[in-house]
């Protein structure tokens, strides 16, 4: 078992414990991780990892924690957050290389700013880098690994660079589900900074009006059927609007479930549930969530995901 003295012996970040994950995750539920680090740099998060994994100690990376259900038991071992220490984004040559903590909303204005287009429909995409590159996080036809070229991770206990060519990117899906991002790089086309600020306005408004940005929520719940459209699927399961507890399916946008206030992991789970088993009895689609649950037992994971 690991200690918060074994952990200060690699460690030089900042340490809680028992810190409640509903406070880092988007959704705002979830109970309290054991640890919960906030590294001091690149090498910080190395060093700790690497002492983790030769002790068989569990670990969570946390961006924005978008695109999680945390347990409402919490998290055995500790959770590590990004968003602190692996935040810069800079220009090297016709290259952009952003850290895995850098905001996605951050990186696009960078971006934009510096009259390079690409990554303009991206705006609004709630968490970070490393998150977005990991689940291949895209909008409106793009994704964030159209114009990427190489990724810095942490994989078998070594600092490796992948190139994208090796990443198998795929529909929300890469090969780095298992490893640590660290930094990406892009090289992206020029554009007019007017033509890109005001195309990035437009898709936020259009964000702003289809989806229920005001109420917590992880994003998207499922995936996309090929062909088809999961909000499309639930809404035509007549499951708009349904809600357990003080969580609800959006009103807004169905593959959204929003916490209205005090909701629990559990009362999204039943939800996600609910909805799975109605859409594949009205339409035999079993819908794939898109979501990473945290924290459950083994069988519900078998169940719902």
């Given at each position: 078992m690991v200690s918060l003295a074994d952990i200060k012996k690699f460690f030089r970040g900042h340490i809680a414990i028992?810190?409640?994950?509903?406070?880092?995750?988007?959704m705002r539920v979830g109970g309290p991780s054991d640890y919960y680090l906030e590294p001091t740099d690149k090498r910080d998060l190395v060093e700790i990892v690497t002492y983790f994994?030769?002790?068989?100690?569990?670990?969570l990376i946390l961006g924005r924690g978008s695109n999680l259900l945390v347990s409402d038991d919490g998290v055995r071992g500790a959770a590590i957050n990004l968003e602190a220490s692996l935040s810069a984004i800079r220009m090297e040559g016709d290259l952009v290389i952003a850290e895995a903590g850098v905001h996605m909303a951050t990186f696009v204005d960078f971006c934009i700013q510096q009259g390079l287009s690409g990554v303009e429909m991206l705006a609004g995409i709630p968490g970070s880098l490393g998150g977005a590159v990991v689940m291949n996080?895209?909008?409106y036809g793009g994704t964030i690994s159209d114009h990427l070229v190489e990724v810095e991770v942490y994989r078998d206990r070594q600092v490796q660079v992948v190139k994208k060519e090796d990443a198998q990117f795929a529909y929300r899906q890469s090969s780095f589900t298992h490893d640590i991002v660290l930094t990406a790089s892009f090289r992206l086309p020029q554009g007019n900074k007017e033509e890109l600020m005001l195309r990035r306005r437009e898709f936020i408004l259009k964000r702003n009006i289809t989806q229920p940005l005001t109420l917590p929520n992880s994003g998207s719940m499922f995936r996309n059927p090929a062909g088809?459209?999961?909000a499309r699927l639930i809404e035509q399961a007549g499951l708009k609007g349904k809600?357990?507890?003080n969580a609800q399916i959006s009103e807004k946008h169905a593959n959204f479930i929003v916490n209205l206030g005090g909701a629990k992991a559990s009362d999204v789970l039943t939800l996600v549930d609910l909805t799975r088993r109605t859409v594949y009895q009205n339409t035999g689609i079993l819908l794939e969530l898109e979501v990473k649950l945290i924290g459950f037992p083994n069988e519900v994971k078998r169940e719902v995901a």
């Open positions: 028992n810190e409640p994950m509903a406070k880092y995750t988007s994994q030769k002790n068989n100690f569990p670990y996080a895209g909008a088809n459209h999961a809600r357990v507890g």
